[in-house]
């Protein structure tokens, strides 16, 4: 980033944020602007910030429908979009409300079509209307289904620019809080109350510490003595994108009916803020947690994730629904045909292969995913150890709740 460092000689933070995702960003951001005396260093491993989740997701602003009332994505979430509408109001960032439709294609699906819309309803989302068939193609004139639920309020949005402008804001508030990049933290000391973070660009001395690693942060955490059961396995999600002359056939957002079971929404087509539209993700096991490609793989990634007892039970349960997402993964016909359950008249050549992105999910060792957000203390630290969809778009919301702990936990 912008402000130079002298990393040879020790530098002194109050906090120190591990992780220059949108999460991290948000959370440096709403402690400096509680506290704008206090002394914040970010440490981001990469060159760039926001290059993982926050870099590879689908962009869109979630409404807060789908999840279960009272939980931390449910109030997050709601309360994170308007804020980030705002803030993105505020700040020039480019964000358009389009609203989507949720679509039901089978008989079968129509109950949990009742209970997203009655779940919606319950957290208070607003405008949320049930459509027909007619109302469908009159929206998205491709679409075709059985019934769904119009939300008016979802948006899109670029959260890589909401990113770069939480570190500018930040950096802009205090002469003394930085966001550094190639920073890499590989070790953790603590002594009498003083944190000491090794990093790739030497040491650094804090009396706290908030660990938003994403996809590592539960690294982060072990590192910090925490001794959690849970740990993140990687869900690598592959994306398609309409060809040019394809692009009419999607306005804004198309979604099918979630499976209750999993916390993935399902294959969407997303209209970008850049006028792309994307088609996906699907949701396979990744083997390296910052692997992008369908054979990426890294040794250390792979063996911490198949030598845990939670991924073999997530396995055995759900072998079925795994290895149909692989099929999807490596076979465009039938990445294709579950895309075509929501637009019929789509052909193999209107869409071509794009990017992808891995999702952190904390996973319990009985195999259970945790669905919600969850943060934990350890001495002197805050750790964000689960912020999966809708993290980005609950980001100021998450930053929030992480400087309400730090308020209080570090006694500021
Ligand atoms: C495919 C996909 C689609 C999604 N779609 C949406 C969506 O449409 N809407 C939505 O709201 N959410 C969506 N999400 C979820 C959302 O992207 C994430 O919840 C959010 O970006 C999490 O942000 P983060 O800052 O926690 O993680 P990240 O963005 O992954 O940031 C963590 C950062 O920590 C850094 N780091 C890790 N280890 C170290 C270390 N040792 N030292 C220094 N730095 C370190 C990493 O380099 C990284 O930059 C999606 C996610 C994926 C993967």
Request: proline letters at 4%; glycine letters at 8%; hydrophobic letters at 35%.
């Amino acid at each position: 980033m912008s402000k130079k460092i002298n990393t040879q000689e020790q530098t002194n933070f109050d906090i120190a944020v591990i992780g220059g995702g949108i999460v991290g960003l948000a959370s440096a951001y709403k402690i400096q602007m509680r506290y704008p005396g206090i002394r914040i260093g970010v440490f981001e491993k990469e060159k760039q910030l926001a290059v993982h989740q926050t870099g590879r997701n689908s962009g869109v602003i979630h409404s807060g429908l789908y999840y279960k009332s009272g939980s931390y994505k449910a109030k997050n979430c709601a309360k994170g979009r308007k804020e980030l509408v705002e803030f993105a109001a505020e700040n020039n960032i480019a964000c358009k409300i389009c609203g989507k439709i949720i679509v039901a294609t089978e008989e079968a699906e129509l109950d949990t079509l009742e209970e997203v819309f009655q779940n919606g309803r319950e957290n208070q989302i607003e405008g949320l209307e049930k459509i027909g068939p007619e109302q469908i193609s009159e929206i998205e004139p491709f679409s075709r289904g059985i019934a769904g639920i119009y939300v008016p309020c979802t948006g899109i949005i670029d959260f890589k620019e909401v990113a770069k402008k939480l570190a500018e804001l930040l950096e802009s508030k205090s002469q003394q809080s930085s966001v550094l990049t190639c920073c890499e933290v590989t070790r953790i000391d603590k002594h009498d109350g003083v944190t000491k973070v090794t990093t790739s660009r030497g040491n650094f001395a804090t009396k706290c510490l908030v660990n938003c690693a994403g996809l590592q942060c539960d690294r982060i955490a072990k590192m910090d003595g925490i001794n959690s059961l849970m740990k993140i396995i990687p869900f690598r999600g592959d994306y398609y994108e309409l060809t040019e002359k394809a692009l009419h056939k999607v306005r804004n957002l198309i979604y099918p009916v979630p499976d209750p079971i999993f916390p993935f929404l399902g294959v969407h087509f997303t209209r970008m803020i850049d006028g792309v539209v994307e088609c996906g993700p699907n949701a396979v096991f990744s083997f390296k947690r910052e692997g992008y490609s369908k054979t990426a793989f890294s040794i250390k990634d792979s063996w911490d994730s198949l030598t845990f007892s939670g991924t073999w039970r997530l396995f055995l349960r759900h072998w079925r629904y795994g290895l149909n997402e692989y099929r999807r993964a490596f076979f465009k016909g039938q990445f294709i045909k579950q895309l075509q359950r929501l637009i019929p008249s789509l052909r193999v050549e209107d869409i071509k292969p794009s990017r992808a992105g891995v999702r952190a999910q904390a996973l319990w060792p009985k195999g259970e995913l945790i669905d919600d957000f969850k943060i934990e203390k350890g001495i002197n630290s805050i750790h964000v150890l689960n912020a999966p969809s809708p993290a980005a778009t609950a980001s100021l919301a998450i930053g929030e709740t992480v400087s309400q702990i730090a308020a209080e936990h570090f006694n500021l």
